[in-house]
C-alpha cells in the first residue's frame, strides 16, 4: 500500500505541474491578448483620427466647390446678357457700330495678353 500512495503522490504532482504550467501558459495568452487588444485600440484611434481629417477636408471641399459653382453661374448669366447685347448690336447695319465692336474686341485682347504675360 505504501506503493500506491507514494505512487498517487507523483501522480499528484505530475497533475499539479501540468496544471500549473497550463495555467501559465493561459495567463501569457491572455497578457498577449491583451497587448495586442491595446495595440488594435491605438490602431483605431489613429484611424478614427484620420477618419475625422478626412471628412473635413471633404467638407472644406464641397464647400469651395459649392462656392465655384455659385460664382461660375454668376458669370455665365453675365456672359449670357453680354452675349445677347452683342447679338442686338451686331444686328445693326451702322458701320460706326461694327468699328467700335472690333476696336472694344481688340482691346480685350489686348488686356487679355497683358493680364496672361504678366
Known amino acids: 500500500m505504501a506503493w ?3 505512487r498517487g503522490g507523483r501522480g499528484g504532482n505530475k497533475n499539479d505541474n501540468f496544471i500549473n ?3 501559465q501558459q493561459q495567463q ?3 497578457q498577449q ?3 495586442q487588444l491595446e495595440e488594435l485600440g491605438r490602431v483605431a484611434e ?3 483620427t484620420n477618419a475625422q481629417l478626412i471628412n473635413n477636408e471633404i467638407v472644406d471641399q464641397q464647400r469651395a466647390l459649392t462656392d465655384l459653382d455659385q460664382d461660375i453661374d454668376q458669370q ?3 456672359l449670357n446678357f453680354v ?3 452683342m447679338a442686338k448690336l451686331l444686328k445693326t447695319n451702322d458701320s460706326n457700330q461694327l468699328g467700335l465692336v472690333l476696336a472694344l ?3 480685350f485682347i489686348f488686356l487679355l495678353f497683358v493680364l496672361i504675360y504678366t
Do not use: G, Y
Request: net charge positive; proline share 0%; aromatic share 4%.
Open 28 to 30: 501569457m495568452l491572455m
Open 83 to 85: 452675349m445677347k447685347r
Open 46 to 48: 489613429r484611424l478614427h
Open 21 to 23: 504550467q497550463n495555467k
Open 4 to 6: 500506491n500512495s507514494d
Open 76 to 78: 455665365a448669366d453675365k
Open 33 to 35: 491578448q491583451d497587448e
Open 105 to 107: 474686341f481688340l482691346i
